[in-house]
């Protein structure tokens, strides 16, 4: 079994920054890839981006590519989503999961925290 725990979400104005956090623990060695989720309130959960456990590969959504990135921290067993310029329309729940393959589909991970909130004021 894998645990994850998110933090970093809160209330920030257009245009700032915050940084995710994704604390997994457990059966780390079965991790392959870390992904980043997110779904807003009424829509579908959606990708956001992923990394692999060795840090050595990552793929940004392309709503998000040149505002996020996402790093790794095998050491403290710690993914991160940075988001800066953050908009209006990424207020959502972020959610992290873990899974083998680097899929964009969320059934394809399965190991999921609770979710952090990151609500964005216009």
């Known amino acids: 079994q894998v645990q994850l725990v998110e933090s970093g979400g809160g209330l920030v104005q257009a245009g700032g920054s915050l940084r995710l956090s994704c604390v997994a623990s457990g059966r780390t060695i079965s991790i392959s890839f870390i992904g980043w989720f997110r779904q807003a309130p009424g829509k579908e959960r959606e990708f956001v981006a992923r990394?692999?456990?060795?840090?050595?590969?990552?793929y940004l959504a392309d709503s998000i590519r040149g505002r996020f990135t996402i790093s790794g921290d095998n050491a403290k067993n710690t993914v991160y989503l940075q988001m800066n310029g953050l908009k209006p329309e990424d207020t959502a729940v972020y959610y992290c999961a873990a899974g083998y393959s680097g899929s964009v589909y969320d059934r394809l991970y399965r190991y999921w925290g609770q979710g952090t909130q990151v609500t964005v004021s216009s």
């Open positions: 990394i692999s456990w060795s840090g050595s590969t990552s």
